[in-house]
């Protein structure tokens, strides 16, 4: 995995409800990550907090056989839904400066 991921851009939002897939999000979040973009996941609720916290542990799945790991940051905010605002859990999804050997779904050593 030789891209360049660039802080400065704008990430691309991925809305998450109770319905979605959570494999099919996965597969979003690898895609953006591998090309180098970042990603936030948007939720609201409960049952879609749920979902986007499956979808980015496949989404792991997915990346760590190319030697690539993410870390996520979770943060509340505050939006506005039908003239309601709401607070929703948005997880920031970048890709970890650690790299993993390919295949391993653990970090090699934590001790300097």
Same mark, same amino acid.
Request: glycine share 8%; charged share 20%.
């Given at each position: 995995?030789?891209?360049?991921?660039?802080?400065?851009?704008?990430?691309?939002?991925?809305?998450?409800?109770?319905?979605?897939?959570?494999?099919?999000? &996965?597969? #979003? +979040?690898?895609?953006?990550?591998?090309?180098?973009?970042?990603?936030? @996941?948007?939720? /609201?609720?409960?049952? *879609?907090?749920?979902?986007?916290?499956? &979808?980015? #542990? +496949?989404?792991?799945?997915?990346?760590?056989?190319?030697?690539?790991? @993410?870390?996520? /940051?979770?943060?509340? *905010?505050?939006?506005?839904?039908?003239?309601?605002?709401?607070?929703?859990?948005?997880?920031?999804?970048?890709?970890?400066?650690?790299?993993?050997?390919?295949?391993?779904?653990?970090?090699?050593?934590?001790?300097?």
């Amino acid at each position: 995995m030789d891209e360049v991921f660039n802080e400065e851009s704008s990430p691309t939002i991925l809305k998450v409800s109770s319905k979605s897939s959570p494999g099919s999000v &996965a597969g #979003a +979040i690898a895609g953006l990550i591998k090309d180098g973009k970042s990603v936030e @996941i948007q939720s /609201v609720g409960a049952g *879609a907090v749920n979902q986007a916290v499956k &979808a980015i #542990a +496949i989404s792991r799945g997915f990346l760590t056989p190319v030697g690539c790991d @993410i870390v996520c /940051v979770p943060t509340f *905010a505050d939006i506005a839904i039908d003239g309601e605002y709401r607070t929703a859990i948005r997880f920031s999804v970048l890709p970890s400066n650690l790299k993993l050997s390919a295949g391993s779904s653990k970090f090699d050593d934590f001790s300097e």
